[in-house]
């Protein structure tokens, strides 16, 4: 089992930055792929970006060249760096594990981007 606990989350002036990390209750080398996914008000849970185990990244087009995942396994958490934020990108950001075959949530840090 894995417990994740999001932060950073909060109100940012369009064009503005934050950071988000995601804290794992396990060691997060163990875990095959970590992931950002956001959930605007009205609309289905959407991916923002993972990261695999070995390093390998994925984006969704509309946050590719903004936003960054990392991770640091001796602190076992993953982060996502971003950056030009817009007001689209208002939402509740998820951390979600995929470790042995199960998906891990956690229960999500607000971002609102406003002027």
């Known amino acids: 089992q894995v417990q994740l606990v999001e932060s950073g989350g909060g109100l940012v002036q369009p064009g503005g930055s934050l950071r988000l990390s995601c804290a794992a209750s396990r060691s997060i080398s163990s875990i095959y792929r970590m992931g950002w996914y956001h959930q605007a008000p009205g609309k289905e849970r959407e991916l923002v970006a993972t990261?695999?185990?070995?390093?390998?990244?994925n984006y969704a087009d509309s946050v590719k060249g903004r936003f960054t995942i990392s991770r640091d396994n001796p602190k076992n958490t993953v982060y996502l760096q971003m950056n030009s934020l817009k007001p689209e990108d208002t939402a509740v950001y998820y951390c979600?594990?995929?470790?042995?075959?199960?998906?891990?949530w956690g229960k999500g840090t607000l971002v609102t981007v406003s002027s």
């Open positions: 979600r594990a995929d470790y042995l075959g199960m998906n891990y």
């Open positions: 990261i695999t185990n070995s390093g390998l990244t």
